[in-house]
């Protein structure tokens, strides 16, 4: 499931939403804030969605991004949902645990581990 | 070539601070938008490619100097397009220096609270800042603010 000029790639597995990104880099906001847009429809379209963002194409990211994460992972609480990240490569964990947002999401090794946490 | 306001002026006890001499660095000016706000990092990471910087090296400058023209076209030029932003930089086998000034009224950066103290956590904005800092070697406002100047070392090759 993904549009010409979709941001993201959504493989729905038993009653999960996996998500994987299209682009290597999430950096600049105009595509960031299309991206949060697609991930918040998403999320609406499922209440209660239980969403997984899978990182494994994902080399690059800035605090914009991290920034709509925040912002859907409480979208998705408000709708009863629950939002885990997995495949977050070391580069980009440590930006996770430099603004120490390890700790705020729920962060998973690979898809299986977090698939299994729901 | 800008003129250093007094109270920013580089410390000459800083070991990097008599080297400095910014009258030869490539400068781009963009007009103040975030679509053109993308436009000088190609040409800076290609000259710090020509270096041979190390992958890490790379992902640092490209993540700090996308966070420092963010906040320049956001926070620094308030949104404003009739406002344009200067990027001058200068590579060199040491050291990658890259300084973002904006048009804006300036700020205070000791106001910026830290974004990881428990009531802030949750907020999505102000890390911009801390990120520039936690991967940079020297991240300094200079011209009230207005100027923010980033500066990564070259990493010495690990010796066995």
Redesign the interface.
Known sequence: MATADSHITVVQNEDVFVVEFCDRKI????SINELGGELQTLADTHKPIRLLLNFSNV??????A???L??LD?HVKEGKGKLKLSNINP?IYE?FK????N??FDIHEDTAEAQAAF | MMRLDPMTRPDPKNEDAHRENEDDYREIRVKSTLKDAKTPEKQILNDIKCCQYCKESMFAIKLALEEAMTNAVKHGNQNDDSKSITVRYHVSDERVVIIVRDDGPGFQPEDIPDPTHPERISLPNGRGIMLMKAYMDEVRYRAKGREVYLMKRKPKPKQD
Request: hydrophobic content about 45%; aromatic content about 0%.
């Open positions: 950096l600049d906001e105009l080399e690059h990211l800035s605090s914009a991290l920034g709509m925040i912002t409480k580069q930006v430099i603004t120490r947002l700790k705020l």
